[in-house]
């Protein structure tokens, strides 16, 4: 949560330039002035963009190739969470349950053998669909559904509100396993290679995205590489146009002060209902992504409740109500948990790398504590602050 | 009839074990206003510690008592160090730290202690009668008792003392209460220590009932807990009561009788939660809060 909770009410205290209205002249910000770091922020892109599209699927081993796939659906379903408690301010302890029902809808999907039991029948809910195929019917149920969750929680604020959602992440486990058929009768959807290949079409693409060389079994691993980055770039680019536009203002707004909001014409229910549906669809696509790297779908109550804790600490390690800082958050607490799991020297002071592996969540909980106490706005939020002190100038927050 | 009366003893004994944990809940809230989604895992250390000291040979009582007394101290130091540098803060950083809390108790007990499912022995002879044709455990009753020994001191702390005065002022109104001469910050400590011990005494005495230790031991009874609480309303330590005794009836009731909602009984805690905050967003026996604009 940001500072500007102070300011109340927020929506006359923020500076007009975060509207991106054409009318007003924006305070000029860095890039506007400088051209020295114009340049510098064009050739840091340009870096960026062949590290992420052209150097990581082309150069790394197949497992690091997954790792940053699963850093991408991480840092999604932060950023789907953040549209919530970030720019809404519902706090969602059960996000896990959205990106297990994403999941699922995408597994059953592609797989011929599961199905769903239910009322006396089975539902099959389609053989062998593609892929990405399967992404507009998950986006539209999880809408659906995080728009029923919604509703009740229009009554229920603040920590409340975390109590509920803990809910759902508790339940969503046991309704997988009182009605999903998966593999020999568990609540786990397995897939197979052939369900994972990627389609025939990708290999229209130049050598250079798609090798030829590569079988199509070999190849899924870039596959759904470039998937996630493909869809995480569109739905980034959404959310930095949903915080500039009328509904993300009023998102803000709801946010900081709801009296304030609704006396100035706001339909409170509308918003809050609407943003929680939008950040369930954005969890759920994260979740259809997961099967490309896991190959099933699978829901236990320890798992499902350590995915929504790990969004959360993503979303607030990089820094709440900002576009990019849910993604880098994404990416640091991926790679931090793959990094202490590798830790050699942890193994030779356990003697045995299973209890090295016990103290992940440990130093994860202790990070994350200090972390509250010197960056409460996350790396995101913190930079900012250290780049106007060192500008000392006015720069323009988005919120 | 027979069955049912033996559900509903079941589920009492239940109830009264989410209620001795939403009790911490509710004194932790009542005090500080913070939910703390690390009790169970506090409680959890703590009861590692009780089986620690009956490891070492000491009589399971003196373990007990041993474990409280360390976890008062523990709770008081965890606000102190913890909690204190967040306490302005919004609800998303204290949700987080709590959470922090929770990772960190969860995994330093499995490093520490081991994760081998480990025996406590109970504290009292494990005994049952048949009081006229209901099945009567020992259990049962010495929790009910301990549980009721604790409502009464609370309330009698909370409302008949100078330090429940103080406890319940600063909860309502830091600032007033730091210009009327109360010690914030010793009174936040005081509810933490208090609460941690109740959650030592809670775990030390429900673990042998339930399972055997292991590090899982805490997590549902921490879900049901945090039912009662919401159910009864966080402010009330008589609603914390009845609400674990509510939600464990209405589940054993359930398990038994209700076909349909076989292996996600789960719903009915959260249904009933889900009703009561609707309808009754204070819980049963919560006060309101008026918000002023």
Known sequence: ??????????????????????RVPRPAGPAGRNPAWLVTSLVLSVLGAYFFVYYVPQNYAPSRVDLFTEALFVGLAATGLNILTGFNGQVSIGHGAFFGLGAYVTALMMDDRAYVEFAGREWGLGDGVPFLATLPVVAVVCLVVGALIGFPALRVKGLYLALVTLGLAVLFPDLTKRFVRGTGGTNLVGLRGADLAPPDWYDWFPDVIADPLDDYVGARDQWAYYVALVLVGLLLLAVHLIARSRFGRALIAVRDHEAAAETVGIDLARVKVSAFALSAAYAGLAGSLSVLVARQANAGRVETFQLSIEFLVALVVGGTATVFGPMIGGFLVVFFRDWIDQQQRLEDLFDSSARAK?????????????????????????????????????????? | MDLFVSQLMNGIERGVIYASLALALVLIFKTTGILNFAQGEMALFSTYVTWWLTEQGLAVWLAIVTSVVLSFLGGAAIERVVMRPVEQSSPLVIVIVTIGLFLAFNSLAQVVFGVEAEVIPRAYPNERWDVAGVNLKMDTVVLVGILALECVLLWLLLQRTKVGLALRAVASNPESSRLAGVSVGSMLMLGWGLAAALGALAGSLVVPITTALNPASMQEILVFAFAAAALG????????????LVVGVANALTIQYVDALD??????PFGLILAVLLFRPAGLFGKVHVERV
Do not use: K, N, Q
């Not at chain 1, 006359?12 to 975060?18: I, L, N, Y």
């Not at chain 1, 509250?372 to 919120?399: C, K, N, Q, Y």
């Open chain 1, 1 to 22: 949560m940001s500072r500007t909770g102070e300011t109340a009410p927020g929506v006359t205290a923020r500076p007009a330039g975060a509207g991106g209205a054409a």
């Open chain 1, 358 to 399: 016990l103290l992940s969540p440990a130093i994860f909980g202790i990070g994350l504590i200090v972390m509250m106490f010197f960056l409460p706005d996350g790396i995101v939020g913190g930079s900012r602050r250290a780049w106007r002190r060192v500008t000392r100038r006015r720069s323009h927050p988005i919120t």
């Open chain 2, 233 to 244: 309303g966080f402010d009330s330590p008589l609603g914390a009561v009845v609400g674990g």
């Open chain 2, 263 to 268: 292996g996600i009984e789960l719903l009915v």
